[in-house]
């Protein structure tokens, strides 16, 4: 076991501040960044250039967004987990709602692909909703759905091992972080495991890498964490913000989403680049960045 992790840090990139942002994500099939901002309902595209981000487009929604996927034929847009459920994002932004699946009480929250083109997505309960009512949905390509997990309090951070044999998956209300054996066949999660529970901040969104360590956003820790598949901390990457919120890999490049909600106005003066999306050079790649449907 290491002494210690490695330490290194964060600068910020995006010109724009995001009240909720998260959910950033490459579309394989452009190159675009895509990322969500939850509260707002909107989802964005941008384009990485050197050491910024180039705001191409925004989408609104119609409702609270918590994640995005590319489709996988080129130019037939991305699916989106809003409300209660899925929607269809067309390229020129036309929004068409598809399936609720979320209990009342709740609204949808994170989400990826599998390697087999399903989409899944978690719930997260709000104010009203009964305690540890959410659940994980999956989005098969042909349009059916079905609940993989249920008992959530705040699904969050979702993914799959580079050979999409595990899948891993934060609950933020239990600051938990469990793996579980993927089914690639059938969709289906089995055989839970604990690997990390939480006491200092709350896991929030997550990435793989292609060395199958996971990279893990802390939610007031003012960091993300790698860790081993079986839970052990190998670096953290510092943030001069609270909240980050989400991650995904481009080319060495860890990309990380923030927020400024909740944040008061002392807080937010003491970290005035809240909101932001950061990078940092961690030299390791992606795992295989999956689309929805079998294009």
Same mark, same amino acid.
Request: with cysteine.
């Given at each position: 076991? *290491?002494?210690?992790?490695?330490?290194?840090?964060?600068?910020? &990139?995006?010109?724009?501040? /995001? #009240?909720?942002?998260?959910?950033?994500?490459? +579309?394989? *099939?452009?190159?675009?960044?895509?990322?969500? +901002? &939850?509260?707002?309902?909107?989802?964005?595209?941008?384009?990485?250039?050197?050491?910024?981000?180039?705001?191409?487009?925004?989408?609104?929604?119609?409702?609270?967004?918590?994640?995005?996927?590319?489709?996988?034929?080129?130019?037939?847009?991305?699916?989106?987990?809003?409300?209660?459920?899925?929607?269809?994002?067309?390229? =020129?932004?036309?929004?068409?709602?598809?399936? =609720?699946?979320?209990?009342?009480?709740?609204?949808? !929250?994170?989400?990826?692909?599998?390697?087999?083109?399903?989409?899944?997505?978690?719930? %997260?309960?709000?104010?009203?909703?009964?305690?540890?009512?959410? $659940?994980? /949905?999956?989005? #098969?390509?042909?349009?059916?759905?079905?609940?993989?997990?249920?008992?959530?309090?705040?699904? !969050?951070?979702?993914?799959?091992?580079?050979?999409? %044999?595990?899948?891993?998956?934060?609950?933020?209300?239990?600051?938990?972080?469990?793996? /579980? *054996?993927?089914?690639?066949?059938?969709?289906?999660?089995?055989?839970?495991?604990?690997?990390?529970?939480?006491?200092?901040?709350?896991?929030?969104?997550?990435?793989?890498?292609?060395?199958?360590?996971?990279?893990?956003?802390?939610?007031?820790?003012? !960091?993300?964490?790698?860790?081993?598949?079986?839970?052990?901390?190998?670096?953290?990457?510092?943030?001069?913000?609270?909240?980050?919120?989400?991650?995904?890999?481009?080319?060495?490049?860890?990309?990380?989403?923030?927020?400024?909600?909740?944040?008061?106005?002392?807080?937010?003066?003491?970290?005035?680049?809240?909101?932001?999306?950061?990078?940092? +050079?961690?030299?390791?790649?992606?795992?295989?960045?999956?689309?929805?449907?079998? $294009?």
């Amino acid at each position: 076991m *290491r002494s210690s992790p490695d330490i290194l840090w964060a600068r910020p &990139i995006s010109a724009e501040r /995001y #009240e909720l942002g998260e959910g950033p994500r490459l +579309d394989p *099939r452009t190159g675009e960044l895509l990322w969500v +901002d &939850i509260r707002v309902g909107r989802l964005w595209r941008g384009r990485l250039t050197a050491d910024r981000i180039d705001v191409l487009a925004g989408h609104d929604i119609g409702a609270a967004t918590g994640s995005v996927a590319p489709l996988a034929a080129d130019g037939a847009g991305w699916i989106v987990a809003a409300g209660r459920g899925f929607r269809h994002v067309t390229a =020129d932004g036309h929004v068409r709602p598809l399936r =609720d699946v979320a209990a009342p009480g709740t609204q949808m !929250n994170d989400g990826a692909c599998d390697p087999s083109g399903r989409f899944l997505a978690g719930s %997260q309960v709000i104010a009203g909703g009964e305690p540890y009512s959410g $659940g994980l /949905y999956r989005l #098969e390509p042909d349009g059916a759905v079905a609940t993989v997990l249920t008992g959530i309090g705040c699904a !969050n951070g979702l993914g799959f091992d580079p050979a999409g %044999q595990t899948m891993y998956h934060v609950d933020s209300r239990r600051r938990r972080l469990t793996s /579980y *054996r993927y089914d690639q066949a059938t969709g289906e999660a089995a055989d839970p495991r604990v690997l990390v529970e939480f006491d200092d901040a709350t896991p929030d969104g997550l990435c793989v890498d292609a060395e199958g360590c996971l990279w893990v956003a802390m939610w007031d820790g003012w !960091n993300v964490r790698r860790l081993t598949p079986d839970g052990v901390e190998l670096a953290r990457v510092q943030l001069p913000v609270p909240r980050p919120t989400a991650v995904c890999l481009a080319a060495g490049t860890l990309l990380v989403t923030t927020a400024w909600i909740g944040l008061d106005e002392g807080a937010r003066r003491a970290a005035p680049d809240s909101g932001r999306i950061f990078a940092a +050079d961690v030299g390791v790649d992606a795992a295989p960045t999956h689309t929805w449907g079998t $294009g």
